[in-house]
């Protein structure tokens, strides 16, 4: 069965700060895919970033990136020079695919990030 | 999360009423899922459907909740008498035709019974 554990709770940072977020996750799977997605106080979830098991490039967007290490089944997301509107609940997912399963992701339990002024 | 249309996004029910939310998935896209994010909690699967079929329901409460997503219109999420417990917010998203897509959440339907 698969699990995500996002171990981090709650983070509090102070404006321009990097901050990372962490993401462990367990599959039996080859071929299975991650995923962050952003929960903002107006409740919507949005889509951050998907990537593949065979994928362990790093990738950075911005001022986000993401480190992928299958060795230690981390995904973590790191947001360099954060700003207020960073505050939210950050979500990493997994899914392992298959007919039955299709996209179907299972959630950590989010990492509450609040960036102050 | 752009195209995943739920509504409402805000429903108040009395216990013992129902509930009904409507998901329209994204253009081309067949597969619909359901998730329940109860109060200060991760999101919990619920159900996967694709057209007038339940692919897997294993995240569905035994009793008072069923999905369905017929060939035409949106998916709709059914709650029976409702209790004070249901009250969460309930998220659809949508995938195209194969495993292992990004899916994309609605902007989600918030149930409060009283």
């Known amino acids: 069965a698969q699990k995500v554990t996002q171990a981090q709770t709650e983070i509090s940072v102070v404006e321009k700060e990097d901050v990372t977020l962490d993401c462990v996750y367990e599959?039996?799977?080859?071929?299975?895919?991650l995923f962050w997605y952003k929960q903002p106080p107006s409740g919507e979830l949005v889509f951050l970033i998907r990537r593949n098991s065979f994928d362990e490039q790093n990738e950075i967007s911005g001022r986000y990136s993401w480190n992928f290490q299958k060795s230690t089944s981390s995904f973590n997301f790191t947001i360099t020079a954060s700003q207020v509107v960073d505050s939210a609940v950050y979500f990493c997912a997994l899914s392992e695919g298959g007919e039955t399963s299709g996209s179907r992701l299972t959630f950590g339990e989010g990492t509450q990030l609040t960036v102050n002024p | 999360n752009a195209g995943v249309m739920q509504n409402p996004r805000h429903l108040v029910r009395r216990r013992g009423q129902e509930a009904r939310l409507r998901c329209s998935p994204m253009?081309?896209?067949?597969?619909v899922y359901w998730y329940r994010q109860l109060p200060e909690e991760g999101l919990k699967f619920m159900v996967y459907l694709q057209k007038e079929n339940i692919i897997d329901e294993s995240g569905m409460p035994k009793e008072r909740f069923s999905a369905e997503f017929p060939k035409e219109g949106p998916s709709i999420l059914r709650i029976q008498q409702v209790v004070r417990g249901d009250s969460a917010a309930y998220f659809c998203?949508?995938?195209?035709?194969?495993?292992?897509?990004?899916?994309?959440f609605g902007e989600g339907s918030w149930l409060t019974v009283v």
């Open positions: 998203a949508s995938s195209p035709n194969f495993s292992g897509n990004t899916i994309y």
């Open positions: 599959t039996r799977d080859t071929t299975y895919y």
């Open positions: 253009k081309g896209h067949s597969h």
